[in-house]
């Protein structure tokens, strides 16, 4: 080896010391000779190279270093490839592996600035956005565990929504074939991307077009993946999309909704459905809006019929259906006046005077609980009202060994109703009864649309702020119809009612 040979590997030997050192200042001196070093020509042997690459690698990765010795370390290993491609003297494994060692070292600085950028990412260039997606689906399939960064996921969230159409066909293309690899990607995309879209301009129309092309995607990809875990969260988290306000995306963003429910989150996807409903009801909001998640409700409740009180349709209360249903029809079209029909079952219910009937507005007592105020406040109405029947009935079952009920409902009506075995004049009575409860007493006034009011003398008893009031103090009496239902001990109503109480309580502790 020359004197000259001999001298340029010394002095590489001391950049790559220099680069290896905890010293700022020593880093900086080394990268910087090691680029003048390059840009003349000149390259260390072999095993020099690999040091020299691999401490470059070490001072771009290092978070605290100046962005002048990041370029300067990022110039270097540019300038190393460029020297290598066009040195085709160079031993082919030599050239391979160090070719190899900068290709990874530049991937991972990418891949760090990605992680840096996160959510700005879309405002890239086209060329570096579709980088960003390569990079990503590359890391993802490396090491699945990179799921848990969110900085990752936040970023590929943000490509979705690039305004380039090769960028979301990327995009799309990667949710198509890494769920296969890792598959609670597309799910912790799915929370990310709905986040986001919530701070869209609901008046952009290219990436409004854009999201629902998205969406329709995610959809196709995400029911295949049903019985994966994580995938009845999904359907809480597209809900976040409604804070934008435009109408088509909500439209859209409630379809999809309706397409993920499970028997996991059709309780929570109603509870927020109706929240939300609450909420258009006070603000200024578009009727149109409305409609939507009034359509939305009846479709999970469609989905899902014998969720909210899935006792209801057994055998024994078959008795019952009919009345509940006819409730059920007017609760589920005027979802918007849920609180005032509320109160408004809980003051007509002294008025009931068939067991049938009295099932029927206990229900929707129920159903109409929305927030854990008004859970608490039915069961302590309820407990109270029907406490005589409910004490009654657990005796019973003490001497009868909670033998189940089989009774004849023709003892416990009106005795102005129809003679005994006439079912479809039974029918009538109760459905005449109803109709007094709730266009007497309650002043429910049918509007031109189809759907329901309460007539303005009755809002009174549904102001929202009375509720506390109402349910602590317990003004609910019993008058003698229904002191006379209470006093039947029927036991069929009283296990109905037991069964309303407890769904109340599970409700109160979801």
Request: proline share 4%; net charge negative.
């Given at each position: ?5 001999i ?20 880093n ?8 003048v ?15 020299l ?36 003297c160079m ?14 070292c ?5 891949f760090?600035?990605?992680q ?16 960003a ?15 848990i960064?969110a900085?990752?996921?936040?970023a590929?969230a ?6 380039y ?44 077009s ?7 995607r ?46 996991l ?11 939300k409903?609450?909420?258009?009801a ?7 809006y409305?409609?939507m998640l009034e ?9 899902y019929?014998d ?31 849920c ?7 809980l003051m007509?219910?002294r ?11 206990v ?29 009654q ?15 004849d409902?023709?003892l ?16 009538e ?11 007497v007493?309650?002043g ?17 008893i ?10 602590m ?15 039947s ?16 309580m ?5």
């Amino acid at each position: 080896m020359d004197i000259e040979n001999i001298g340029l590997c010394g002095e590489f030997q001391r950049i790559i010391a220099d680069m290896e050192s905890d010293n700022m200042v020593s880093n900086a001196a080394g990268v910087n000779r090691a680029l003048v070093l390059i840009a003349g020509g000149n390259l260390p042997n072999p095993v020099l190279l690999l040091l020299l690459v691999t401490g470059l690698a070490s001072n771009l990765s290092k978070s605290h270093h100046d962005i002048d010795i990041k370029i300067a370390a990022h110039s270097t290993l540019v300038a190393i490839r460029a020297f290598i491609i066009r040195n085709m003297c160079m031993d082919p494994s030599v050239r391979n592996n160090t070719l190899h060692a900068i290709q990874s070292c530049l991937m991972n600085e990418e891949f760090r600035r990605v992680q840096r950028h996160g959510g700005s990412v879309r405002l890239w260039e086209e060329d570096r956005q579709l980088s960003a997606v390569r990079i990503i689906c590359m890391f993802f399939r490396r090491s699945p565990m990179n799921i848990i960064d969110a900085r990752c996921v936040i970023a590929f969230a943000s490509l979705m929504l690039s305004t380039y159409d090769t960028v979301m066909h990327a995009c799309i293309v990667a949710l198509l074939s890494l769920p296969s690899i890792v598959p609670s990607f597309v799910f912790a995309v799915a929370k990310s991307y709905c986040n986001q879209v919530m701070g869209l301009p609901p008046q952009s129309f290219r990436q409004i077009s854009n999201v629902l092309v998205m969406f329709e995607r995610l959809k196709h990809i995400s029911l295949p993946m049903v019985d994966q875990p994580g995938f009845s969260d999904m359907a809480m988290d597209v809900l976040q999309a409604l804070e934008n306000k435009n109408l088509v995306l909500r439209r859209k963003v409630l379809n999809l909704v309706v397409s993920l429910l499970t028997p996991l989150n059709i309780d929570n996807v109603l509870l927020i459905l109706r929240n939300k409903l609450e909420m258009a009801a006070s603000a200024d909001t578009p009727f149109e809006y409305y409609q939507m998640l009034e359509r939305a409700i009846r479709d999970c409740h469609f989905a899902y019929p014998d969720r909210i009180m899935p006792f209801i349709r057994d055998p024994k209360y078959i008795a019952f259906v009919d009345c509940i249903d006819y409730i059920k029809d007017i609760v589920d079209k005027n979802l918007m006046i849920c609180a005032q029909l509320l109160k408004g079952f809980l003051m007509v219910l002294r008025h009931v005077r068939s067991s049938p009937v009295c099932s029927a507005i206990v229900w929707g007592i129920s159903v109409c609980c929305v927030h854990e105020l008004e859970d608490q406040g039915a069961i302590v109405a309820i407990t109270s009202l029907f406490k005589d029947l409910l004490d009654q009935r657990k005796i019973e079952k003490l001497i009868n060994d909670g033998a189940e009920v089989q009774h004849d409902y023709t003892l416990h009506n009106n005795p102005n109703s129809a003679k005994e075995g006439d079912a479809h004049g039974m029918h009538e009575e109760h459905k005449m009864e109803m109709e007094e409860l709730l266009f007497v007493h309650l002043g429910l006034a049918q509007q031109v649309n189809g759907g329901y009011a309460i007539a303005s003398s009755s809002k009174s008893i549904a102001d929202h702020d009375e509720f506390e009031s109402l349910f602590m103090a317990l003004e609910l009496e019993r008058t003698d119809n229904l002191a006379r239902v209470v006093g039947s001990g029927d036991p069929l109503l009283a296990d109905f009612v037991l069964d309303v109480l407890s769904r109340l309580m599970e409700m109160g502790t979801e």
